[in-house]
């Protein structure tokens, strides 16, 4: 479990950066800075939600039975 959490921490602090980066390039052409960071966080949340369903379940899927 504790490879599975270190892989998805890397993981998402390169979606984070590139979700940011690209909100915040939408933002310039538009000036809606606020807009599109809320919009950026929502999207974050949605994903780290849904992985992180995947992984409990997957963890639950995997546990020995004894």
Same mark, same amino acid.
């Given at each position: ?7 998805? =921490? !890397?993981? /998402?602090? &390169?979606?984070?950066?590139?979700? @940011?980066?690209? =909100?915040?390039?939408?933002?310039? !052409?538009? /000036?809606?800075? !606020?807009?599109? @960071? ?8 949605? &994903?780290?939600? &849904?992985?992180?369903? &995947? ?6 899927? !995997?546990?020995?039975?004894?």
């Amino acid at each position: 479990m504790m490879v599975i959490m270190k892989a998805l =921490s !890397l993981g /998402f602090a &390169i979606e984070v950066v590139d979700i @940011f980066a690209q =909100s915040q390039l939408t933002a310039a !052409l538009n /000036f809606y800075y !606020l807009e599109a @960071f809320v919009i950026a966080v929502v999207i974050y949340m949605v &994903i780290a939600y &849904i992985v992180t369903q &995947i992984a409990d379940r997957l963890e639950q899927a !995997l546990r020995v039975r004894t």
